[in-house]
């Protein structure tokens, strides 16, 4: 298999109809190659769910749209067990979760109840019903969106679920050329409902062991360690990042230098990933000064400052 040809053929595919950040899509796919789920926060309108949708259809595997509302229960997420009077039992109605693909659309819209419904099948792969545990199909993926918490209807997501996601990534408005371009195909617009997949689900699961086996040298180890426990001590922060973060952020650098198409990590890899990694696991003191984003960004900023990069 052609690691690098099918990367770029699943980005190639997305850029066909999300226009304009590179980087965004970049990482997208650090997030699908990390085994990882992610949450894409932004106001309305800059491409959330067409971003989601274009990954989903680039690839040859199961896709399930969930648009989350505030009367919305954990059943409509995971499924029910309906009563069947012919057998004289009950039987388990797989919800739209079992899919390789999830989009949680505007996940912060639905009560705290149930976003936590969540919990298991990101953490586990797993649904329990009734006492009986329903494994997912792999490889799954959520990919949430959600509008700043500052709108009205909006649910803020628990620390405990927020910490499930591997990245957090913002898009951003387009810049001038780009949103030119983007109205000049709006005459001959490509649908994302067009887009033909370009890779398979067994293509990525192979794509998610490269993953693991990337190197990565023991000084770019104890760099990312010396960010993560500055973390923990910061003045600012009430809560720093936890293992399962360091973990995450050890993921992704490998994950980015595959799609970089590189066999290694490097200290920039660690740099280009602190935010979108660590950013939305933070807590900042309540004392603090600064609005809560703007303290942990803040906080994060100045550790990278401190921190030495390895030669």
């Known amino acids: 298999m052609d690691h690098n040809g099918t990367l770029r053929r699943i980005e190639a595919n997305i850029q066909r109809v999300f226009l304009g950040k590179p980087e965004t899509v970049k990482l997208l796919m650090v997030g699908l190659l990390g085994q990882g789920h992610v949450l894409i926060e932004d106001v309305p309108g800059v491409g959330k769910t067409l971003l989601a949708r274009a990954l989903a259809r680039s690839i040859d595997c199961a896709f399930k749209r969930i648009q989350f509302t505030a009367d919305m229960l954990p059943a409509d997420v995971l499924g029910m067990s309906v009563y069947d009077p012919q057998l004289k039992s009950f039987e388990f109605k797989r919800g739209p979760v079992f899919a390789n693909v999830v989009l949680a659309d505007e996940i912060n819209r639905c009560p705290p109840r149930t976003q ?17 545990v329903h494994r997912l199909p792999s ?61 398979s689900a067994a293509d990525v699961l192979e794509l998610q062991g490269v993953v693991r086996e990337t190197h990565m040298d023991d000084s770019i180890r104890e760099y990312l360690l010396a960010i993560v426990e500055k973390t923990r001590r910061h003045r600012n922060l009430a809560l720093g990042v936890s293992p399962r973060g360091a973990l995450t952020l050890s993921l992704g650098c490998r994950a980015l230098a595959l799609v970089e198409e590189r066999e290694y990590c490097l200290p920039d890899d660690v740099k280009r990933l602190v935010h979108p990694i660590l950013l939305h696991r933070l807590i900042h003191r309540s004392d603090c000064e600064s609005t809560t984003e703007r303290a942990a960004s803040e906080a994060l900023d100045e550790i990278l400052r401190e921190v030495p990069v390895p030669a």
């Open 116 to 132: 936590s419904s969540l919990l298991e099948a990101m953490n586990e792969r797993q649904v329990t019903a009734d006492g009986v």
């Open 139 to 199: 490889p799954f993926s959520v990919i949430a969106t959600q509008n700043p918490y500052d709108l009205e209807g909006t649910y803020p997501l628990p620390e405990s679920q927020r910490d499930r996601f591997f990245l957090r990534l913002s898009i951003g408005y387009p810049s001038l050329d780009d949103e030119r371009e983007i109205l000049r195909r709006q005459i001959t617009p490509l649908s994302v409902e067009e887009l033909e997949p370009v890779a």
